[in-house]
C-alpha cells in the first residue's frame, strides 16, 4: 500500500489556537494513526498526503472561529461527516489542510410537525433519523438510500443523493427546506424562507431567489451547512414490498419500466443488477445458488413459461416456493450459470393508507406484471428468505456483501441520465465491467416519476492489488465516458470524473461556477482539489476550440 507524506504543514501555535477553540485535546488530533484514517476512503482514489490535523467542533460559533483563522492563514478546510461518498471527496491534496468532522454535531435542532420536517446538523446520520422514525415520529418517512446507517442525512441531500423514495421527488436535493451555513471568510449565512420569518418556520426555498443552489452539490467548496430543514413525507398505514423478476434486463430499461412507472401505483422502485455471488454475506450459500437457478431459469426464455406455471401451485404448498425451488432445482438445471453473470431484481414497493386503495393498486401491478410476463414475488413467498430479503429494504443498510466480496474496495461512477437513454448505458456499461474480468454492479432507479434516472455501476475491488486497481481506474474511465456519451452527468463527482465532464461540456457553464467560487472563497480554502479542476490554460484551450 502506498505511504502517505505524514508531514505537518500547519504551524504549532495554529494547531494550539484549534484546541482552544474546539475546548480539549480529545477534540483534535495530528496522531499519525487519526490522520491517515481521515486521508484514505474505500475507493481506489490516493490522496498524496495526510491531512494535518483532525478537529471536531461542537456548535456553530466553533465552526466559525475554525474558518476565519483558516481563512486567514489560507489553510484548507476539509469538511467530512462520514467519508463515505465514494468520489474521494474527502481526502486531502498537496496543500494538505483541517479536516473538520462532524460528528459533535449531531443533534435535531428542530421538529416541525405541522409543516413536515426536521432541522438536523451535519452529523445527524441515516441511523440517527430511522431511531427517529421508530419511536418520536413514527407518521413520517424519508427518502434512504443504500447508505450504511453512520452516513449523513445532510450531506446526502447536499450532495443530490438517492434513495428510496427518488421516483417520487427525485433526488434528495429536493427535500431541502434551507440551510444555515458558515461562508468562507466565517461569516454566517441563512438561507431559504427562514432567513425572512427569522428562524419560526423553516418550510421552504420558494418564493425566494434559490441560493441554497449555492451549496447543492458543492461539495462543500463554498461553505459549511451548519443546520439543513429536511422535508418529511406522511408514511402511508400500509407499505409493502414485492421482488420482480423480470426476462430482459435491457427490455425492461429500455421499455416496461417507463409503462411501470406511468400506473403511478408505487411508491418506491429501485432495481439491483447483480450476479447472485453479491449476495453472499446476506443470504446463506445454499440460497445463493437456488436464487442464481432461479434467475438463470428467468433469464430463460422457456424456462420461464415452466417458473411461471409452478410458481403458483408452489405458493399453495406448505414452506413456501423457494423451499420448493431448492427442492426441485437439481430436476431443473443441471449447472449454475456463470458466476460473473448479472440478474435484476426489481424492488417495488406499494404504499396505501387503506386496504381498498392497496388492493387496488395491487391488483393494477399484479395485471401490469402479467402481460410483461415477470415474476412478482411477495414477502410471503420468500420464505425462510425473507427475513435476509426485507433485511436489504430495511434501510439504512449496511449492505456486507458489498465490502466482503474481494478485499474491502468500493468504488463506482453514479449518474443521472436521460430515461430514455438508461438501456442503452446499462448494456454499454456492463461489458466495459465485464470485459476488465471486474463484477458487475448495477443501482438503477426511476428519478422523479421517470423524469430522469440513475445509472450507477459499483466495482467492488481489491484494495492490496495494484493490477486490480488499474483495471478499475480503466473500468471507471469506461463507465463514465458511456454516461457522457448518453446525455447524463456523474454525480458526487470524483475530480477525474469531473474533469471528464467539463472537457465534454459548453465551457461556459464552468467558467460561471468557477467564477462563483472565486467570489466566495477568493483563498480557496474550501475542500480544494474537487470540482475546479481545469486549469486556465485548460479552460483557455476549450474556449478556442469551441469558437472554431
Ligand atoms: C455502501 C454504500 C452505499 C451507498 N449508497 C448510496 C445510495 O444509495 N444513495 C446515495 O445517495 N448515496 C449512497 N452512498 C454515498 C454516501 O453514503 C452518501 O452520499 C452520504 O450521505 C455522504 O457521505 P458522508 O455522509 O460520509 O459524507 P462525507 O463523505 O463525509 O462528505 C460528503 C461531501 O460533503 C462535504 N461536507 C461534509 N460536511 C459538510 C458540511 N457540513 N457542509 C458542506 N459540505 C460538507 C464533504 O467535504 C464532501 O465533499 C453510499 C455509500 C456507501 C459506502
New binding site residues.
Partial sequence: MQKLNPEILIRADIIQRLEEIVGGEQFISTDIEVRSNYSRD?TEQVAPRLTDVVVLPDNVSQVQAIVKLANQEKIPI?????????GG??LPTERGGITMD?KRMREVVKIDRENKYIVVE?GFT?GDLKRLFDTELTEFRYSF????PY??????A??H???SLSVLYGS?DNFINGLE?VLPNGEIAQVGNHAINRGEYWYGRAPLPDLCGL?IGM??TT????KISLQLIDRPKILEHFAILPKDPIDFFTHWVHDLDKLHVCDEIGCGFFPPKVAGGLLPEDMIELMAKLMYYLSQKKHTKLMKKIWPLLTKLPGKPFWWVKKLSPLLARELPPDNMPFLIVGATIGADNKKLFKAKYKTLKKFMKKQDALMIPPDDFGELKPAMMSILDLPAQ?PA?YDLSGGG?TWVGSYVPASRVGEGIARCKKIVMDLDLTPVG?LRPMKADHYFVLRFIVPFNSIDQEEIERVREALKGVCGVILDIGGVPY?MAPWAAKMTWEKGDISFYKLLKRVKDMMDPNHIM?PG?LFVLSEEEVKKKETEENN
Avoid: D, E, W
Fill in positions: 474505500m476539509i469538511p467530512y461527516a462520514a467519508g463515505a461518498n465514494i471527496l474527502t462532524f451535519p441515516f438510500p443504500f447508505s450504511p452516513t449523513s442525512v445532510g450531506c446526502n447536499l450532495l443523493g438517492l434513495g434528495a451555513v451549496f461539495q462543500g461553505g459549511i451547512a451548519t449492505l458489498f468500493l443501482v458526487k475542500n474537487r
